[in-house]
């Protein structure tokens, strides 16, 4: 058996690799496959040329139909390519490559070639884009997760009897892995990313230690905009002296004991404190995020990790920890929550290993993973920090973002300043 592969490249919904395994017999598979990407054919030389480049003409599409109409009997596999092209649009820009993995910096050039081809000019320019990205393209591989798929992706070992939980390092013998553990939690709207590698207990500590905290802090921006938790209910808050809930699809409502309220004698209040009777510790903010990153990041990086392990398992301790880059914005909103990591891929010491990037409501938090044995440095003083940001100049050169402690150790009840503003209490009352 003999097998042809292509590495498909678009800017839109094709991609993957394309596999076909066929028999010396049927190697003419191949030539009518190239033929259908205008392949040309010289036979003296033995060589036979394609242009990565390709388009989706008309012309393309009547050269695939012929082609999947001759092997569909043969090869049933073939039957999908229509299906796969047709989420392109008409006469759009894509490339057919060999299939080796892509990095980043290769993925980005492709892209902004395919981004010119058809005719779409990113918002910023070349010598902003490498302003602003240039230093983490050199020195980082992003990885991203689409949500968009109808699927969930279940990240780590598939096969129940082979998992080992990278939180506890133990496998089936001595731990259960009943339960479905989600990457990120569900109270946060996370449906899609679940981490295979994460046992009952471990799911159970984490769950009732520091992402209770995490949720709980994010609960007003939930309540706000009707995140679903696990019971699929849009949750409320109900604390010490006030009631927050939506009372129908699109209406908030606060109520809250007179005395917490400050301001004008009559009239609209001006601000107020929301207690919420909860206790948390804010460094489980942090470790909170950092478990997130744990749990999508490939299995072979987990090794790294061990020291970082121990501390969100509260097995070890931290008094200080690197300051959290924090924007409060509108501009990259998403009701899901959303993860990106940035892994270094070289020996640069300056940088640290993992960052990651985590999204939810209006809510940005840009974070180091701490204690990688691939640094060598704390990222605590103030120099080191900055070589970090100078790196990440997208967000040291982006208003707004406050660079905030969540290093805190101590149970502390949360509790909400909310001011209200003329025109905002309108539209949120
Ligand atoms: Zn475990």
Redesign the pocket.
């Known amino acids: 058996m003999n097998n042809f592969g292509i590495l498909f490249f678009s800017t839109s919904q094709l991609g993957g690799i394309l596999d076909i395994g066929y028999t010396s017999e049927q190697s003419e598979i191949i030539t009518d496959l190239l033929y259908v990407f205008d392949a040309k054919f010289d036979v003296d030389k033995q060589e036979v040329s394609v242009d990565y480049k390709q388009k989706y003409t008309t012309l393309f599409q009547a050269r695939l139909k012929v082609f999947i109409e001759k092997y569909k009997s043969v090869l049933p596999s073939v039957q999908k390519l229509g299906a796969r092209f047709g989420k392109l649009e008409q006469d759009e820009w894509f490339f057919i490559l060999p299939p080796i993995e892509l990095n980043t910096k290769q993925k980005y050039n492709l892209e902004e070639e395919l981004d010119i081809l058809n005719g779409r000019k990113s918002s910023l320019n070349e010598e902003q884009l490498q302003k602003f990205f240039g230093d983490v393209l050199d020195n980082y591989e992003i990885i991203t997760f689409d949500l968009d798929k109808d699927k969930k992706i279940k990240i780590g070992e598939g096969q129940k009897n082979k998992r080992i ?6 496998g089936i013998s001595d ?1 259960s892995f009943t339960q479905e553990a989600h990457a990120i939690s569900e109270a946060l709207g996370n449906k899609k990313l679940i981490l295979n590698e ?2 009952d ?3 159970k500590f984490f769950d009732e230690n520091i992402e209770r905290d995490f949720i709980y802090y994010h609960d007003l921006a939930r309540t706000m905009f009707g995140i679903k938790n696990k019971k699929n209910e849009v949750p409320e808050m109900k604390g010490i002296d006030f009631h927050f809930y939506q009372s129908n699809e699109n209406n908030l409502s606060i109520a809250v004991v007179s005395d917490s309220i400050s301001g004008e004698k009559s009239g609209t209040p001006e601000s107020t404190v929301f207690r919420t009777g909860n206790k948390i510790k804010i460094q489980n903010i942090y470790k909170t995020l950092c478990k997130f990153s744990l749990s999508v990041i490939g299995s072979e990086h987990v090794s790294h990790f061990c020291e970082t392990i121990r501390w969100i398992k509260d097995e070890k301790e931290a008094t200080a920890l690197p300051k959290i880059a924090v924007l409060n914005s509108y501009d990259f909103f998403t009701k899901r929550p959303e993860l990106n990591l940035y892994l270094r891929n070289n020996n640069n010491k300056k940088l640290p290993y993992l960052v990651g990037e985590f999204r939810f409501t209006f809510y940005m938090y840009i974070f180091i993973v701490p204690f990688s044995d691939k640094d060598s440095r704390d990222f605590l003083s103030e120099e080191d920090y900055e070589d970090f940001l100078n790196c990440f100049n997208h967000v040291k050169s982006k208003e707004g973002f406050e660079y905030i402690d969540f290093s805190q150790n101590v149970e502390r009840e949360l509790s909400f300043n909310i001011n209200f503003e003329k025109e905002k209490t309108d539209k949120i009352l």
Not at 165 to 170: A, E, G, I, S, V
Request: with cysteine.
């Open positions: 939980c990278r939180f506890c390092q133990r731990v994460e046992c207990n471990c799911n």
